[in-house]
């Protein structure tokens, strides 16, 4: 039963190493294509060039199918502070920049720090300022307590983020909500959460659904796509002191 117990976690442990070996081979070749084929300042060039390189390699991005989806919520929404988990090469958060007004602000969070400092560095070359987005290398588990301070949230009820982007672990969905919303970092006058399954198969997706569902007074599932679920939040007893 132990050589079962141990085998198990070998195999555990070899293929977390092969997930991060793989997922690192493929930020450097996806930022170097990126890189040297994209015109430079141009957000709709480096988009391209991305599905340019997505159609002939694996590649972890949302894609234009999920993008427009995205893109479509972005403008629906105007949202003022965006927090994505999950930025890899920075596709989505180019995706959402290049949307946004120009008081809006990205927070992009990034478990590989070498994706991470390439997405940052691709998210400069489609022409955007460090004014505009920040990058937190580091678990969205780990991110979470530390946002209050890059939003300056003061007590104002309008304040707190109004678009999440979940594309980072479907397991880590749920517990992320639950700490974003504990941490009050969802805007109480409304907050749209956008969770992102791409072609991942999410064993866990109707937990979420469920928790959601025995949840309404501040939760709602607005559309349900088969790549994303788009949920709404909103506190309605938070007071309002003028
Ligand atoms: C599917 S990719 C994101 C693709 C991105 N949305 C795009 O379109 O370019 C998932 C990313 O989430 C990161 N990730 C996985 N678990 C994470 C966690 N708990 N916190 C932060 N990032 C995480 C991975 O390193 C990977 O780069």
């Not at 672990?169 to 805007?187: G, H, I, S, T, V």
Request: include cysteine; proline fraction near 5%.
């Amino acid at each position: 039963r132990c050589r079962v117990k141990v085998a198990s976690l070998c195999h555990g442990a070899l293929a977390w190493a092969l997930r991060l070996l793989r997922g690192r081979a493929c930020a450097k070749s996806t930022h170097a294509f990126v890189f040297s084929q994209c015109t430079h300042g141009q957000a709709d060039s480096v988009l391209q060039t991305f599905e340019l390189y997505a159609d002939t390699h694996p590649s972890p991005c949302i894609g234009p199918l999920t993008g427009e989806a995205l893109d479509e919520a972005v403008r629906r929404l105007g949202p003022s502070r965006v927090l994505e988990l999950g930025m890899h090469c920075g596709y989505t958060s180019v995706r959402v920049l290049r949307l946004l007004r120009p008081a809006g602000r990205l927070i992009a969070v990034e478990l590989d720090p070498l994706a991470a400092e390439l997405g940052e560095e691709v998210i400069l070359v489609a022409g955007f300022k460090h004014s505009q987005f920040q990058v937190l290398t580091s678990s969205s588990a780990e991110a979470i307590p530390t946002l209050r301070s890059f939003l300056e949230i003061n007590q104002r009820v309008s304040d707190g983020l109004d678009l999440v982007l979940m594309d980072h672990d479907p397991a880590q969905y749920l517990p992320d909500l639950l700490a974003l919303e504990r941490e009050e970092l969802l805007c109480p006058s409304g907050c749209s959460v956008l969770l992102i399954y791409g072609n991942r198969r999410a064993r866990n997706r109707g937990d979420v659904l469920d928790w959601i569902r025995a949840r309404p007074d501040r939760y709602s599932v607005k559309s349900e796509l088969q790549f994303m679920t788009e949920i709404f939040y909103q506190n309605k007893s938070t007071r309002v002191d003028e």
